[in-house]
Nanobody, 122 residues
Framework: QVQLVESGGGLVQAGGSLRLSCLTS????????MGWFRQAPGKEREFVGS????????YYAESVKGRFTISRDNAKNSVYLHMNSLKPEDTAVYYC???????????????WGQGTQVTVSS
């Protein structure tokens, strides 16, 4: 059974930092692109960023570019989202995404984690 389990969410003040982790199991994702998405209350789920299988290439939404960084450790079956300079508008449930395939410019993951809540207070 494929599982993606996020951790590291919580409550943080504006300007603070958090690191989310995603531990995968059930299949190897070392040769697959991984990503992060988020969903704020009352809004659709949106793309945050993605990372290539070897970790050399990353791509970010404009709203987080320069503040968030994605990394991965294939030996640990893990992907990370480092979030700095957090803003109240970053408040959302953050989802790890596995095997992200780009379909006509739209990221389409094959696997999802259950999500972890990030709340940024002003």
């Amino acid at each position: 059974q494929v599982q993606l389990v996020e951790s590291g969410g919580g409550l943080v003040q504006a300007g603070g930092s958090l690191r989310l982790s995603c531990l995968t199991s059930g299949r190897t994702f070392s040769n697959r692109a991984m990503g992060w998405f988020r969903q704020a209350p009352g809004k659709e789920r949106e793309f945050v960023g993605s990372i290539s299988p070897d970790g050399d290439n990353t791509y970010y939404a404009e709203s987080v570019k320069g503040r968030f960084t994605i990394s991965r450790d294939n030996a640990k079956n893990s992907v990370y989202l480092h979030m700095n300079s957090l803003k109240p508008e970053d408040t959302a449930v953050y989802y790890c995404a596995g095997n992200v395939i780009w379909n006509r410019g739209v990221p389409a993951p094959a696997y999802w984690g259950q999500g972890t809540q990030v709340t940024v207070s002003s």
